[in-house]
């Protein structure tokens, strides 16, 4: 079973930056996938960014590519997001997801665990 557990959520002013991270716990992350996803009030859950199991294939919503950046750290079992430029259509709850298979896909169901989220709120 895998843990994850995200933080870095806050309130924010438009144009400003925030960085979420995602710890897991298990010996076999390197071999997830990770993604990024989001809901808004009212909202369906949409995908964010994901990377492959080796950082070598990454995908982006339209929405923010260009302001937000994927990495993940193998030595501390953790992905980051960098959230820049934001927007207040950037509010959400933001949940991190891995997927055993590693491909990282923009498809909720193609991941296998999940974090609790961390709220995201930008004010104009």
């Known amino acids: 079973q895998v843990q994850l557990a995200e933080s870095g959520g806050g309130l924010v002013q438009a144009g400003a930056s925030l960085r979420l991270s995602c710890a897991t716990s298990?010996?076999?992350?390197?071999?997830?996938?990770m993604g990024w996803f989001r809901q808004a009030p009212g909202k369906e859950r949409e995908f964010v960014a994901a990377?492959?199991?080796?950082?070598?294939?990454?995908n982006y919503a339209d929405s923010v590519k260009g302001r937000f950046i994927i990495s993940r750290d193998s030595t501390k079992n953790t992905v980051y997001l960098q959230m820049n430029s934001l927007r207040p259509e950037d509010t959400a709850v933001y949940y991190c997801?891995?997927?055993?298979?590693?491909?990282?896909?923009?498809?909720?169901?193609?991941?296998?665990?999940w974090g609790q989220g961390t709220q995201v709120t930008v004010s104009s």
């Open positions: 298990g010996d076999r992350f390197s071999r997830y996938a």
């Open positions: 990377t492959s199991w080796s950082g070598s294939g990454i």
């Open positions: 997801a891995a997927d055993r298979r590693g491909g990282g896909t923009q498809y909720p169901v193609d991941y296998d665990y």
